[in-house]
């Protein structure tokens, strides 16, 4: 066995060794939400997966901060790129960009360290060549999946959002019409909606904690838009300070709104299901028709070619 090979065992045994004691401790740490679990007490489990997410984050938080670049650690989110790049995707706490870059170093580590071990223990004899550039394909590969992994959560909240705002919206207008204000509404929202659709509840919290922070109304609406990053948000936000502004109804323009948004979605699940049959085509084209073919000619062609073949005894 070569020295490159010895030094990639180890180097798989120190990663094997640490994920298994990361799996136990984090086995051990959930212990108490089992039982919660099995005597039926959600609420229980809801504070304590907060509390061990806020005691990660306490934890790994000075570990982590000297792997972040200066420009990502600004307090200010609104001018850090990345920082609004991973708050549309949901995740807001202090060690999130910590993570974020030691993830893209792991993984690509990762995966590098994988490609080198299977081109040097497979039986093929690859040139040197060739393993580097696997190699350099699978680093590439590691650096940018957690940037596609962020992309891919980032659209799915979004989409949920759009699912269930113009109920939010519903519920926002009869609060309103009940005779809270908008900054109570939002308040009685956000907590109907911090089960049924937790991306909702948390736009909507970060909005009353930038009120009760001094805030404006305006500007934590923006702020509201901005980190959605939707062009329905956007209308919605437009709507409200205008309505604000001159003094119109805001209970009316909600309504008129949340209409609207039905009205888009039911346009977009109508223009989807127009697609449904031009999507059909290809599968049926290249894997449904060749099968059937198969199946109807085939034996008509095995007798076409036993009658024409030069060693049919009939011919």
């Known amino acids: ?27 051990v740490s959930l212990r108490p939400m089992v039982a919660a679990g099995l005597r ?23 570990v982590l901060r000297p792997m972040t670049p ?24 202090p060690s999130a960009v910590p993570i974020y870059f030691v993830s893209k170093l792991l993984s690509a580590g990762f995966l590098a360290m994988l490609a080198i071990l299977g081109s040097s ?26 940037d596609l992994l962020l992309r891919s959560r980032t659209t ?14 519903d519920l926002m207008r009869i609060c ?11 308040l009685r929202v956000s907590q109907e909606f911090k089960n049924v659709c937790p991306p909702i509840y948390q736009e909507l919290h970060t909005i ?38 001159f003094g119109t109804g805001i209970a009316d323009a909600i309504r008129i709104h949340a209409e609207n948004l039905r009205s888009e979605r039911r346009l977009k699940a109508e223009e989807a299901a127009s ?21 109807l000619v085939g034996p008509a062609g095995i007798t076409v070619q036993q009658h024409l073949s030069p060693e049919n005894p009939s011919r």
């Not at 039926?40 to 000075?62: A, C, H, K, W, Y």
């Not at 956007?234 to 709507?239: D, E, F, G, K, R």
Request: a positive charge; proline letters at 5%.
């Open 70 to 93: 200066d420009s990502a650690s600004n307090l200010d989110w609104r001018a850090s790129p990345l920082r609004l790049k991973l708050i549309r995707a949901g995740f807001r706490g």
């Open 121 to 146: 223990l497979a039986k093929w004899n690859l040139p040197a060549a060739l393993v580097g550039l696997v190699t350099a394909v699978a680093l590439g590969l590691g650096f940018y999946l957690p």
């Open 176 to 186: 309103l019409e009940a005779g809270l204000g908008l900054d109570a509404a939002i």
């Open 1 to 27: 066995m070569s020295p490159l090979q010895i030094v990639i065992l180890l180097l798989l045994f120190i990663l094997v060794s640490g994920l298994t004691w990361t799996l136990i401790g984090l086995a």
């Open 275 to 295: 697609k449904i049959a031009t999507k059909l085509l290809f599968p049926l084209i290249f894997c449904i028709f060749p099968a059937l073919l198969l199946v």
């Open 40 to 62: 039926g007490d959600p609420d229980f489990i809801r504070r304590e997966t907060v509390q061990q997410m806020l005691g990660l984050s306490e934890r790994l938080s000075p």
């Open 208 to 245: 009353t904690l930038e009120l009760r922070a001094g805030s404006s109304r305006n500007d934590a609406l923006r702020h509201f838009a901005v980190r959605t990053e939707l062009q329905q948000v956007n209308a919605l936000v437009s709507t409200l300070i205008q309505s604000d502004r």
């Open 156 to 169: 799915g909240r979004q989409q949920r959002i759009m699912e269930q705002l113009p109920d939010s919206l």
